[in-house]
Nanobody
Framework: QVQVVESGGGLVQPGGSLRLSCVVTGTRSRFNLNVVGWFRQAPGKERDSVAI???????NYADSVKGRFTISKDNAKNTAYLQMNNLKPEDTAVYYC?????????????WGQGTQVTVSS
């Protein structure tokens, strides 16, 4: 089993900042995190990719968040982060972490339960 737990969401005013965290824990053995991504889903819309970080350090961002969001990872803590600056009302959504990697059993692709981000004055 692998657990993916997001945190850090909340209510923030436009122009504000939030930092989301995603802790990936393997219960059978250490889960080796290769690719981590942040996705978001607004009410009535599909889940979209926000930021992806590969094991080699390559990042990909949605055009709507470029220059405002930064994805990073702490390998020692098996934790990924999404720093969100200059937040806009259109950033309001449930943010999900996606972890792709492997443990003693084999490769796996896991999702967290999501954390709500609301940008409103």
């Amino acid at each position: 089993q692998v657990q993916v737990v997001e945190s850090g969401g909340g209510l923030v005013q436009p122009g504000g900042s939030l930092r989301l965290s995603c802790v990936v824990t393997g219960t059978r053995s250490r889960f080796n995190l290769n690719v981590v991504g942040w996705f978001r889903q607004a009410p009535g819309k599909e889940r979209d990719s926000v930021a992806i970080l590969s094991s080699g350090g390559t990042t990909n961002y949605a055009d709507s968040v470029k220059g405002r969001f930064t994805i990073s990872k702490d390998n020692a803590k098996n934790t990924a982060y999404l720093q969100m600056n200059n937040l806009k009302p259109e950033d309001t959504a449930v943010y999900y972490c996606n972890a792709i990697g492997w443990d003693s059993v084999g490769p796996g692709n896991y999702w967290g339960q999501g954390t709500q981000v609301t940008v409103s004055s």
